[in-house]
Structures are given as C-alpha cells and as structure tokens.
C-alpha cells in the first residue's frame, strides 16, 4: 500500500513535529515549518499529532495512489485535483486505488501540507522522519523526494471526511506582525535601537527557506560585533553587521556567532514560514509569560478544537 511519485517534483519532503535532543551532535530541530497547518492536516484524519507528513513546497507535485485510503490537504492555497477534478483544501478525502492526486499552482503562502491516514509507514532517525537534507537524515534516504519514490502507507480507510470550518482558516497574504521576547544578548541594543526595531516595517527578501528568513529595512546596530557561538533557540532574531534582522527557524544551525536581540514566537514563526517575499513584518514586544501562556494555548487548542471540524 503506497504512493508513487509520477513526476519530478521541485521540493518535497516527509516532515514531523521535528527532531529534539540532539543538538549537542550539531543535528538540527527541523520539522514542519508550519505547524498550524501540520496539525490540522492529521486533525482532519483523527491522527495522532506527531505523524509524518509531505510538506510540499512550488508547485506541480502528481502521486498515484496503489491502494484505498484517506488523505487531507491544509497550508498554502493552491490548486488541488484528484483525477483532474478541482477540490477544496483544509478538509479530508477518501482516495481509491488508481486516483491521481496533484497539487497544482499554490497562489499564496509557501508551503502545502498533505497527510495520509496512520501516516507514512517509514523509519525514524534519531526519533523522527523529518528530512534534513543538508544533515542526509530523515524522510527517504534523507533526501527531497523525487520522480519514482514510493511512499508506503499502511491499509487503513474510513468512511467519513472531515472539514476545518472556513473561520478558521489562515490568510497568507496578510501582513504580520511578530511578537518577540527581548533576550539573549539584549543588553548590547540602546534603547533607541530597541525602539527603532519596534516602529520600523522590514520587509521578506528572496533569501528565505525553512533554515531562515532574512529581512530588509532599518538597520540596528548593536554594541559588539559579534559572540561566542552559542545555542539558537526557534525563532532567534540576529543582528548581523550589515543590521538586517535574520529570523531563525526550524532547521536552524544549531550554534551561532552573531548577537541575538530577542526571540520570535513559536506560533508567529508558524505564520512566517508562509510569508513571501515582500511580505511586510512588524515587531511587536511581549513578555516572557505572555509568550509562554500563549505558545500554551496553542498547543492545549489541539486538543480540545473538535468543534472546529465539520463533517463533508
């Protein structure tokens, strides 16, 4: 029981929640980017929240389903078609063996995410499936997937679908303001740099992906050029020399150099990987409890969000 992939897609790739307590091996977190989207495409299918997933980035990704099944598509807009028939995305289907599945144009946000019922039926390492291709780990033979790879999956159906209610849906084409907690190396940004990060509006560059996203606008300077390399933490914003903030995200190096003035929010960061570029940001200061109450509620919302869900 598998997918086969049928044409040669540009980036794709098995995902998780992400791979934790190896840092100290120089192996990153990685893990889905978004995992609002994540979690919701296993919610639709009554997974567990930590199953593997395709997180499909560019358009034009075609699999062949070789047995009965149910899959769910959530993240990006774009087109999506099962044997040539448009369908909608943020809900679940019933799949046939034979249906051919193709995510077409993504029209916003970055990153379509497609869950398959139980999940992939793949190997961990070092406790995960997420691909890191840089690290050769995770996924098929630590690679982005391509023309010819089957995807096994175990034979599991149901005879019902699921939908997310349209509420709460995310717009990707929204300008974002991030919420971030002042630390790390704080002390060495005046208070009028602090501010001057605060009031002004960055925009994304081309240079983005899952490792980072790099901003242009106000520079800030900091007091000292540089630090020890020390450990990034999801969502660290470095001050590099040229003062353009860099937001650190979920395959992150694991140790870096340049001052940090502050951390993003989980939860924003989720949106942030959706951004494109020319995306419009805003900095926003919260305290170190508020952050955590809300990174709570988040996660605690999964749990206890099935009202959410419509039968389809």
């Known amino acids: ?74 993240g990006a807009d774009c087109e999506f078609f099962i044997n040539e028939q448009s369908k909608e995305i943020w809900q679940s289907y019933n799949i046939k063996k034979g249906d051919i599945i193709k995510i077409g144009k993504i029209l916003s946000g970055n990153l379509v995410y497609l869950a398959v019922l139980g999940g992939f039926d793949i190997k961990k390492e070092f406790g995960s499936n997420s691909t890191t291709i840089k690290e050769k780990l995770g996924g098929l033979d630590g690679d982005k997937l391509k023309k010819g790879d089957i995807l096994p999956y175990k034979n599991r159906v149901c005879n019902y679908t699921m939908r997310l209610k349209k509420e709460f849906i995310p717009n990707y084409e929204e300008n974002l303001t991030l919420r971030v907690v002042f630390s790390y190396q704080e002390e060495y940004f005046s208070k009028e740099e602090k501010n001057k990060f605060l ?20 520079p800030i300077k900091c007091q000292i050029d540089g630090i020890i390399s020390e450990a990034i933490a999801f969502g660290s914003v470095q001050i590099p020399k040229d003062g353009q903030p860099i937001v650190l995200l979920k395959q992150r190096q694991t140790i870096g150099g340049y ?22 940001i805003r900095f926003k200061e919260i305290s170190y409890e508020e952050a955590l109450d809300k990174s709570k509620s988040f996660s605690k919302s999964f749990f206890e969000s099935s009202a959410d869900l419509k039968n389809s």
């Open 1 to 74: 029981m598998s997918f086969e992939i049928i044409n040669s897609p540009i980036l794709a790739t098995i995902q998780d929640k992400g791979r934790f307590g190896f840092s100290f091996l120089g192996v990153s977190n990685s893990g889905c980017s978004d995992e609002f989207a994540y979690f919701w495409a296993n919610k639709l299918l009554k997974n567990s929240l930590d199953t593997n997933i395709l997180e499909i980035s560019f358009s034009n990704f075609i699999i062949e389903a070789n047995k009965d099944t149910q899959l769910s598509i959530t």
């Open 199 to 218: 009031n002004s509006s960055y925009f994304v560059t081309n240079e983005f992906n899952k490792m980072a996203y790099k901003l242009k606008g106000t």
């Open 259 to 280: 001052p940090k003035i502050g951390v993003v929010l989980n939860i924003d960061c989720f949106k942030l990987s959706q951004a494109r570029t020319n995306t419009k």
